[in-house]
């Protein structure tokens, strides 16, 4: 039994074959899918995953790269979805550096709106964070997000700062790229997290593992994840497998 925690299965890439995408998944053994809306656009398509399928999960928040776009009205919006009894969380939210899609001021803002909102409804967020690490680290000790905790999604960054976020009650997340003979500071890092705070996403159409480099990802491709995760600890795919399983299940409060 596996749980992709991250995945965007209303994504375009998915149009013309979403069931049979989820049905692979389930053949690959993934129990659980947490799909992510983060967007006026993905929000709704990812509400309806949820309606549609008992064992996918919503996760709904604002991107950084729409930061932009975000108003008030939004806020109340996601406090609202917050309401139905498969939205596990907020997300995902934070800073991205590297596309200049949203000033830096406005994507902070907005970040801090939403751990607010997490802190109030008391649940867990989603990070987003691409080449903006000391930042992150900043605004969400500032925030206190440590009440809620989270997931540090698909990390990328070294071992000082998944230490800081363990120590706010943070999850490690690991994709794709741990899949990757060149990622060299992933695999360090996911060895020095404690068993308890890991977990593997596919972030999907995204970060495709090896050996589908520079296809489409799939939900049913965390397999692969979680087998270099086992190796990597030197347990056995089952076991991990178990392991990360049980963390998302804590996380989220799923059943």
Known sequence: MLIDTHAHLNAPEFAEDQDEVIARARENGVSTIVNIGFNAETIPTCMELVEKYDFIYGVVGWHPQDAKDFRDEHLDWLEELSRHPKVVGLGEMGLDYYWDTSPKDVQAEVFRKQIRLARKLQLPIVIHNRDAHQDIITILREEKAEEVGGIMHCFSGSWETAKMALDMNFYISFGGPLTFKNARVP???AVKVPLDRLLVETDCPYLTPHPYRGKRNET???RLVCEEMARL???SYEEMAAITTENAKRL????
């Open 252 to 255: 989220f409060r799923l059943p």
């Open 233 to 235: 600890h030197e347990r």
């Open 220 to 222: 049913g491709y965390v």
């Open 187 to 189: 695999k360090e890092v």
